[in-house]
């Protein structure tokens, strides 16, 4: 009987439940308005810590007024918030795809409220999108990619990507104001795998974005289905760990050392496993460039679903908080960026088997109405 009961106990904290992930379903039949519609496959978009800042303002008919949840940023890994706007870049990126493939062009203006103080995320809209009906609406074929999109944080192969393979990834920016990188050379490789690990210990020994992180950590099963953003620990490793105390929320925001060692392995597994990298930049790095490149990003993540290829962020380098200003100096530098411009985000590619979806939270969380 107790076996039964802990088998079923194991079987249901084993994996991330099904509510959490329903949105990778596609918007239901309930979703008539074209705005809801559309924000369905929005907020399926890539994000930071999957904070999935998101709110989504439909008073005014036929307009959507998008503004980033200030409750969820992310203030001592993303001080000046750049990351969350390329979570928010990404987002706008999937609704206007969306809107296209309903016949609705997506007009956007940028903060008509006013732009924000340097460095600040402010409290008005990050833009106005008009829904304008048109005929003949020019399809965007990587919307077909949208619900199959994943952030792969699986161990890769060895095979890399390949250069053919890289030129595909490219054309999916063309007309984008970013810039595209891209390596598979072993040297280079294993000098970006030893700054990425370098800087993800950088994140885990300080005291700050190591415990940021902690704080949004979501335990097995039912802690992701009651959260639904954040990062997502489960599996059979897990699961034992938690119930039997050895992994927990409070060992690690004790600043247990076994908890943030293993906290580091997670990740740090993940880097040693990467054979090939790609990376984007900006030549200005304001607000307008940062959403820019969250498009990017999400349209070259989607250019990798299609082409059979895994990808995921690896950015801690990138992070702006004093102690990591070292790290993002040499990476820049070994990227063969310009001091003028900043690199906006640097991934993983590669191949493994397939992964689930991250959980989402639903339409109705984001939406004022």
């Not at 999935?52 to 200030?70: K, S």
């Not at 039997?244 to 943030?260: M, N, Q, T, Y």
């Not at 990376?279 to 498009?295: E, I, P, Y």
Request: hydrophobic letters at 40%.
């Amino acid at each position: 009987m107790l076996a039964g009961v802990a088998a079923a106990g194991f079987s249901r904290c084993d994996q991330i439940p099904q509510e959490a992930v329903a949105a990778w379903d596609g918007p239901g039949p309930e979703a008539t308005d074209i705005r809801r519609r559309a924000l369905s496959y929005a907020l399926l978009a890539p994000n930071p810590h999957n904070r999935q800042p998101w709110i989504a303002d439909l008073r005014e008919p036929g307009v959507i007024t998008f503004l980033c949840d200030r409750t969820r940023l992310l203030p001592d890994t993303d001080p000046f918030g750049r990351q969350i706007m390329i979570g928010c870049g990404a987002f706008l990126e999937l609704l206007r795809m969306a809107l296209l493939d309903q016949g609705y062009v997506a007009e956007i203006s940028y903060f008509p409220d006013g732009e924000w103080p340097e460095g600040d995320v402010g409290d008005t809209p990050v833009c106005r999108v008009a829904c304008k009906k048109v005929q003949n609406a020019p399809a965007d074929i990587l919307f077909r990619q949208v619900l199959q999109r994943r952030t792969n944080r699986n161990l890769y192969t060895e095979n890399a990507a390949t250069e053919t393979e890289a030129i595909s990834l490219a054309s999916a920016l063309q007309g984008a104001d970013v810039q595209f990188g891209w390596t598979s050379d072993k040297t280079k490789c294993a000098e970006l795998r030893e700054l990425a690990e370098q800087a993800w210990r950088v994140e885990v020994e300080t005291d700050a974005t190591y415990l940021e992180s902690v704080r949004l950590y979501r335990i097995t099963g039912s802690e992701i289905a009651r959260h639904r953003d954040g990062l997502s620990l489960h599996g059979p490793l897990i699961w034992w760990a938690s119930r039997f105390g050895l992994f927990s929320h409070e060992k690690a925001l004790a600043l247990d050392p076994a908890a943030r060692m293993q906290s580091f392995e997670l990740v740090a597994d993940q880097i040693r496993n990467t054979s090939s990298f790609a990376w984007l930049a900006t030549t200005n790095n304001d607000r307008r460039a940062q959403l820019q490149a969250g498009a990017a990003y999400v349209r070259l993540n989607l250019k990798a679903t299609g082409l059979g290829l895994a990808m995921g962020p690896i950015s801690q380098v990138l992070q702006e908080f004093p102690a990591m200003l070292p790290l993002r100096v040499k990476h820049k530098k070994l990227l063969n960026v310009p001091d003028s411009s900043t690199v906006q985000m640097c991934v993983r590619v590669g191949r493994t088997g397939n992964v689930g979806p991250s959980p989402r939270r639903a339409l109705n969380d984001i939406i004022r109405i």
